[in-house]
């Protein structure tokens, strides 16, 4: 297993301006995803972020809005950027194998006023 | 295209009897499927994965899973629920084939009365 800690684990943004979103894991992971999560909803994949090389982002998402880094096998961020009240949810970063067991972050919960 | 299907919003269960949250799945080889809970307020854990071998895999907490492959089916089980077993839980469901990403489904909602 993997511990996954994430920071800030909540803020309030005005719109227009940018969050990056830090995920630290406490082992080397092959795989990291950043989710997207509203309270008590299913979770949406934003991307995969892939270690030395751009992340792959999912339908929907796109790296101008949402610019991913990966600088090594035990971290990432995740930007949300010109953020609108649209853009209040919860993020989760997870780590995980090619079989695909996760380990899941605690979240941030971003809300855009 | 693979998927995963969790007809029950919501199940609620008495203290002491056993539960049952269900999950049925669609993917084109043999998937690798998962159940996730989710206590309020927090991230997701992982519970129990089923890859190949037993149907019947153990998790944490008492938690067990049945994988029925004709049923395409992956029901998340405990004999005995716990008022603290109120959370919300996921089923997930990988394709080997079909690269690194998880499917997840919508939750069910487990609320367990004392």
């Known amino acids: 297993s993997a511990v996954i800690s994430q920071k800030p684990s909540r803020d309030i943004c005005q719109r227009g301006t940018s969050l990056t979103i830090q995920c630290q894991v406490d082992?080397?992971?092959?795989?990291m995803f950043w989710y997207r999560q509203q309270p008590g909803q299913s979770l949406t994949l934003i991307a995969t972020?892939?270690?030395?090389?751009?992340?792959?982002?999912e339908s929907g998402f796109v790296i101008d809005k949402f610019p991913i880094s990966r600088p090594n096998l035990t971290f990432s961020t995740l930007t949300v950027s010109n953020m609108s009240p649209e853009d209040s949810s919860i993020y989760l970063c997870?780590?995980?194998?090619?079989?695909?067991?996760?380990?899941f972050g605690p979240g941030t919960r971003l809300t855009v006023t | 295209a693979q998927s995963v299907a969790q007809p029950e919003d919501q199940v609620n269960v008495a203290e002491g009897n056993p539960l049952t949250v269900k999950c049925t799945y669609s993917v084109s080889g043999n998937p690798y499927l998962f159940w996730y809970v989710q206590y309020p307020n927090r991230g997701l854990q992982f519970l129990l994965k089923?890859?190949?071998?037993?149907?019947l895999v153990k998790g944490s907490y008492g938690f067990e899973a049945e994988f029925n492959k004709s049923q395409t089916s992956f029901h998340l089980k405990k004999p005995s629920a716990l008022v603290s077993d109120s959370a919300l839980y996921f089923c997930?469901?990988?394709?080997?084939?079909?690269?690194?990403?998880?499917?997840f489904g919508a939750g069910t909602r487990l609320f367990v009365k004392a």
């Open positions: 082992s080397q992971v092959t795989m």
């Open positions: 997930a469901v990988k394709d080997p084939g079909g690269g690194f990403k998880t499917i």
């Open positions: 089923y890859i190949t071998g037993d149907n």
């Open positions: 972020a892939n270690q030395g090389s751009e992340a792959t982002y």
């Open positions: 997870s780590a995980g194998d090619s079989r695909g067991e996760q380990y």
